[in-house]
């Protein structure tokens, strides 16, 4: 039985829809003809508002980076105000440590004179001061204030032979320079040129 015959079945029709003939290489009729029509009034709105989409989606990607820049330097400008309230209260309690290392020294750190002195010691330390400066330790003008200088035969380099106040620091920065006498090796003599 023909499928013609009972009209149940078509033979399959194929449509060429390459834009370019494949013999002569050239560009069809039908793809210049709709190149040379305008574009239907849907296809511009569509265009119109993919471009107002990627304009408001840019505007909303500047904004966001803006806030995200902002709320870095309002964190980072907190931390910093922070670190400055910090080191202003310990520069102020520094005469007071100072006291308290002189009595410490001198035997009159008794009683409870001397816990309020370690609870005191304690809480400074655990908002970052610490002390520097030790007899034996190399020069550093960085760190150190030399008050006193002499020359002494028991040094290679220029040392910190005595302590007179010690340096204190809240992590990298230096609050107040360690105050120390320092001694250079012995002075070359001017006939050993």
């Known amino acids: 039985m023909n499928t ?9 029709v194929i449509r060429d829809n390459r834009k370019i003939d494949p013999e002569t290489g050239e ?9 040379d029509q305008p574009a239907p009034a849907a296809d511009l709105a569509s265009i119109e508002l993919a471009t107002q989409l990627a304009e408001r989606t840019a505007d909303l990607q ?21 670190e400055q309230a910090v080191a202003g209260v310990l520069a102020e309690l520094l005469p007071v440590l100072d006291d308290i290392g002189r009595a410490r020294d001198h035997g009159e750190l008794t009683g409870g004179f001397a816990k309020v002195s370690e609870s005191l010691e304690t809480a400074t330390g655990k908002l ?3 002390s520097f400066g ?14 006193m200088h002499s ?15 010690s340096g204190y620091r ?15 090796p012995e002075e070359p003599s001017s006939n050993d040129n």
């Open 62 to 82: 500047r904004l966001q980076a803006e806030y995200s820049n902002y709320r870095k330097r309002v964190e980072r400008d907190r931390t910093a105000v922070k």
């Open 170 to 184: 809240i992590g990298e920065r230096v609050l107040r320079p360690a105050r120390v006498a320092v001694a250079e």
């Open 134 to 147: 030790a007899k034996g330790e190399p020069f550093d003008p960085t760190v150190h204030e030399a008050l």
């Open 128 to 130: 970052g001061l610490s």
């Open 4 to 12: 013609r015959e009972n009209g149940s079945g078509e033979e399959p």
């Open 27 to 35: 560009v069809r009729e039908t793809v210049k003809e709709q190149a």
């Open 151 to 165: 020359y002494s035969p028991d040094v290679a380099e220029p040392t910190c032979v005595e302590i007179l106040q």
